[in-house]
């Protein structure tokens, strides 16, 4: 089940801030957060495991809702760096299963200008 | 630590030929997971593997795609009698064991793939 990631699309003036909302209608194990700039590979942000868990990376944070099973990126401050597609991936919970398979949004372009 | 090793990096072929693409994973890493995207567009899943076995193969077409990640040796996706619409970037990416701690996958620099 794919996730559903809004918005599409962001553009910010640097040092504005951002948020990047990611929901799905199964429970899940985890939320992945990854980066990719045109041409390049995904690369990886953050994870979250637990409800209501919120982590950080340099200016970029995320938290996750279990209950509402809805994530969200902050980015705040944003630099020129942060251009690129963001895209959310779900690990869905079974009860004792082992299939770790990583579904992702269709991604959100933020496009930072000077 | 040399990270996920994908190659070709570019690959053509004439329809109705084969494309191999192969995935080494990180060391240590023993799942694989094999992802396709199209131009402009999101990362779509195709297989996920560890070492002999397929776990999920949900995302690969029935027909002219085959995965495999052997004992010895990188991931291979293989893809058979190819034509116009397999022309994508095909991503590769790895992980050690995901029920164990927050980590993310690692993913390769990806085969370009153009059938003409």
């Known amino acids: 089940q794919q996730p559903v990631q809004s918005p599409q699309a962001v553009i910010l003036r640097e040092g504005e801030d951002a948020v990047i909302n990611c929901s799905s209608s199964k429970a899940l194990y985890s939320v992945h957060w990854y980066r990719q700039k045109h041409g390049e590979a995904p690369v990886f942000l953050m994870i979250l495991l637990k409800g209501g868990e919120q982590k950080g990376h340099e200016k970029i944070s995320a938290s996750f809702n279990e209950k509402k099973q809805q994530s969200s990126l902050y980015l705040t401050a944003s630099q020129l760096s942060y251009s690129g597609t963001y895209f959310c991936g779900t690990i869905q919970s079974e009860r004792g299963g082992s299939n770790y398979k990583l579904t992702f949004g269709k991604g959100t372009l933020l496009t930072v200008n000077p | 630590n040399a990270g996920v090793m994908q190659n070709p990096r570019h690959l053509v072929r004439r329809r109705g030929q084969e494309a191999r693409l192969r995935c080494s994973p990180m060391k240590g890493h023993s799942h694989v997971y094999w992802y396709r995207q199209l131009p402009e567009e999101g990362l779509k899943f195709m297989v996920y593997?560890?070492?002999?076995?397929?776990?999920?193969e949900s995302g690969m077409p029935k027909e002219r795609f085959s995965a495999e990640f052997p004992k010895e040796g990188p991931s291979i996706l293989r893809i058979q009698q190819v034509v116009r619409g397999d022309s994508a970037a095909y991503f590769c990416?790895?992980?050690?064991?995901?029920?164990?701690?927050?980590?993310?996958?690692?993913f390769g620099s990806g085969t370009r793939l153009t059938v003409v």
């Open positions: 593997l560890q070492k002999e076995n397929i776990i999920d």
């Open positions: 990416a790895s992980s050690p064991f995901p029920g164990q701690g927050a980590l993310g996958y690692t």
